[in-house]
């Protein structure tokens, strides 16, 4: 095992991200890590747990952002970006700051990268001097995230270290040496009881105005039970007189790793002893801080269980910290090698490909030496998980309603995979708490009650549009208007099957309340989609789009089927409009500025 390496220095880097996943802040770590090396007192925060009111006295800033759905940025950065935004910023207020900006994002999403671009022509505005060109991971490239992150990472320290040289007498160090850690576990001398212990680890530290503890009222299967995919309905229910949301708007779950599976692990790790001890938890790095809901005394085992991402497909910096703590030179070797320009593919085949997780990587390299103050260092916190709403509070008080696909899969390995966060949901009885569920505003909204509505909504996709739909059904009841112009597309493969909410949207049909198109794509030799529905619906769709100024929305999964959705309208615009390709493609990037046009899907 690697021995620690003391770092002083009077330098410093201040690395700033907007994440919700967890692979920004995973870049934006990896680069403090990398400025460590090279004698940078640095600090990583989150842009919105950052004091922005000192901004003007950095020196070098470096800031990481994905993107989320379609262009959004990231939750923890919309405080400071907009602070960015306001108008009163002189122009040349950042012109002592050197920085740079590397995006997230995917190249099939038409606003590819849109925070980052954002951001980084605003910091030009503002009189940033940008040490590096911006950069732009994307998740198309065959090597992911790594495939622009690399080379870029390679040419900020030349240009970062043109400017700002070593001290005196200092060399970088190198990746082979193994950094302080940035926490300390410490196993508390007053030992508590396991009781006393576990509500330790689960009580409240800190709630921001949009979280809410829930109780689960229900969680039922809504599809067939010889269908392939289990798909549940899933309602909570609170009691909070603050409790509130819009229709489209999101719910933020943190999910928990099951304790069965974690005896196991801490079995295979040798840290059984270890499980049902109490822990301290202190910060080393001044500049590093734990996350506001975890609490800093609890037992080990629970750490792992709620906080620590032990089943999730690792990223290069889980084996390059990994590589330190290896007790074979060989497998040492064989880590680092994985993490190199010439490893990627390896990298692909072994890891990302298989989506082989931590603790299986732990098991194939066998025995390691893992200090428990580098725990925290080496393992990811555990991210939450977004899910569309799929209700109208106004419809269900005091309820949120949720439609997930229970995640089950076998891999190139014939290995059975199943998702963290469903895995847990699924186990989930009436009764059972869920807490710190944030809700975060959604990106579509509803027109005014006399425009007209086009809901398209496939798969789980329908799960917004029945919150859209439930609020805007029930606001025409209110208002005794019974032929709203509420249109939803709906698809899925078999009506037996897997038809979600069939019984709600025959009601709502039975009542002229809405106008149900279905394409249910297994029940007939021909597979049939949303989008054959909308060409074959093309007079009516194209008299409500361009004479009643109609708004349509979509959702659904982000592989194809938007950019078939998409092409589909634009036939209907040819074909009805009498538009040429270019006119047809023209008046719907307008129909997308007006927000005509409307759509959130996700991977």
């Known amino acids: 095992m690697s021995t620690p390496l003391s770092i002083m220095s009077s ?11 967890g692979c920004a802040q995973d870049v934006a770590e990896t680069i403090a890590r990398q400025g460590k090396r090279r004698h940078f007192e640095t600090s990583v925060l989150a842009m919105d747990d950052y004091d922005k009111m000192n901004l003007i006295e950095e020196s070098l800033v470096i800031f990481v952002c994905s993107t989320v759905g379609q262009g ?5 950065m919309k405080t400071f970006w907009r602070f960015l935004l306001r108008k009163n910023l002189p122009n040349d207020i950042l012109n002592g700051i050197s920085c740079a900006v590397f995006g997230l994002g995917d190249s099939s999403y038409s606003k590819f990268n849109y925070p980052a671009k954002k951001l980084h022509k605003r910091l030009i505005q503002l009189g940033a001097n940008m040490i590096q060109t911006r950069g732009d991971g994307d998740d198309q490239h065959y090597m992911g995230l790594d495939g622009e992150l690399v080379p870029w990472l390679k040419t900020l320290w030349d240009n970062v270290m043109n400017k700002y040289p070593l001290p005196t007498g200092k060399e970088i160090i190198q990746e082979d040496v193994l950094l302080p850690p940035s926490f300390r576990i410490e196993f508390a001398s007053d030992q508590a009881s396991s009781a006393e212990e576990s509500q330790t ?31 549940r309905h899933i309602v909570l229910h609170c009691n909070s007189i603050d409790f509130n949301y819009e229709a489209g708007d999101t719910a933020a779950i943190m999910p928990q790793n099951m304790p069965e599976e974690i ?24 500049n590093r801080k734990l996350p506001a809901h975890w609490p800093t005394r609890m037992k080990f085992k ?24 290896t007790k074979d030179t060989s497998h040492t070797e064989r880590l680092r090698e994985l993490i190199t320009p010439e ?4 990298m692909i085949a072994y890891c990302q490909r298989p989506r082989r997780t931590i603790e299986e990587v732990l098991f194939d390299f066998g025995s390691f030496e893992i200090p428990t103050d580098y725990i925290l260092d080496l393992f990811p916190p555990l991210q939450p998980r977004s899910y569309s709403i799929a209700s109208s509070l106004k419809a269900h008080p005091n309820e949120l309603h949720l439609c997930v696909a229970i995640v089950k899969y076998k891999t ?31 990106t579509m909204s509803l027109p005014s009650q006399d425009v007209p509505l086009i809901t398209i909504g496939p798969g789980t996709g329908v799960a917004p549009m029945r919150s859209f739909l439930e609020e805007r059904i029930l606001q025409h009841t209110k208002s005794n208007l019974h032929d709203s112009g509420n249109i939803l597309f709906v698809g899925c493969r078999h009506r037996d099957k897997d038809y979600y909410y069939k019984e709600q949207w025959d009601h709502y049909a039975s009542n002229n309340c809405l106008t149900v198109l279905t394409a249910f794509s297994r029940d007939q030799d021909t597979k049939i989609y949303v989008q054959d529905r909308i060409r074959e619906n093309a007079s009516l769709l194209w008299h409500l789009i361009d004479k009643q100024q109609a708004k349509i929305m979509l959702s659904g999964a982000s592989d194809n089927m938007p950019a078939q959705v998409t092409y589909a309208l ?31 899907c996700w991977s």
Request: proline letters at 2%.
């Open 11 to 21: 330098r410093s880097l201040l690395v700033l991200y907007g994440s919700e996943t």
């Open 72 to 76: 959004r940025e990231p939750y923890n």
């Open 201 to 231: 680890s689960l009580r409240d530290t800190s709630h921001s105005p949009e979280e809410f503890d829930m109780v689960l009222k229900s969680n039922d299967r809504i599809t067939a039970i010889d269908h392939f995919q289990d798909v």
């Open 263 to 286: 005896d196991l692990f801490l079995e295979q790790m040798k840290w059984s002893h270890l499980a049902n001890l109490s822990i301290n938890i202190g910060v080393l790095d001044g």
């Open 302 to 325: 629970d750490l792992l269980i709620y906080h620590l991402d032990i089943f999730g497909v690792p990223r290069r910096s889980f084996f390059q910290t990994l590589s330190h703590f």
């Open 343 to 346: 490893g990627q593919d390896d």
């Open 412 to 442: 190139k390995m014939r290995k059975i995979r199943r998702g963290v966060f469903t895995k847990w949901l699924s186990t989930l009885i009436p009764g059972d708490l869920v807490k710190h569920v944030h809700i975060n505003k959604g």
């Open 570 to 600: 634009k036939q209907v615009f040819m074909e009805q409009g009498n538009l040429e390709a270019d006119e047809a493609e023209k008046y719907f990037n307008t129909m997308v500025k007006t927000e005509q046009y409307q759509e959130e």
